[in-house]
């Protein structure tokens, strides 16, 4: 199912996504918060410090604890059979 997402996406890509998710898949706790942190976190950071030079108002690390959050509720779903 995620190759099928990847493809698709890849083949229609979205015109408002800002980036696209790589389809790593884990058990390892420790490895999805360092990916989540690397990923998605900083990139975060970054976007908002560029809004602010442009004089707009920041928002995307206000979203991705959100974004955490939902992660780990749905995470007990996806990694059970």
């Not at 190759?3 to 890509?13: A, D, G, Q, R, V």
Request: hydrophobic share 45%; with cysteine.
């Amino acid at each position: 199912m995620s190759n099928l997402t990847l493809e698709i996406s890849k083949e229609f890509p979205s015109e408002k996504a800002v980036w696209v998710s790589n389809g790593s898949h884990t058990t390892c706790y420790l490895r999805f918060l360092i990916h989540f942190i690397f990923t998605q976190f900083l990139l975060a950071v970054l976007l908002d410090c560029t809004l602010r030079l442009k004089k707009r108002k920041p928002l995307l690390v206000k979203l991705e604890p959100r974004i955490f959050l939902a992660n780990m509720i749905i995470q007990k779903f996806v990694s059970t059979d």
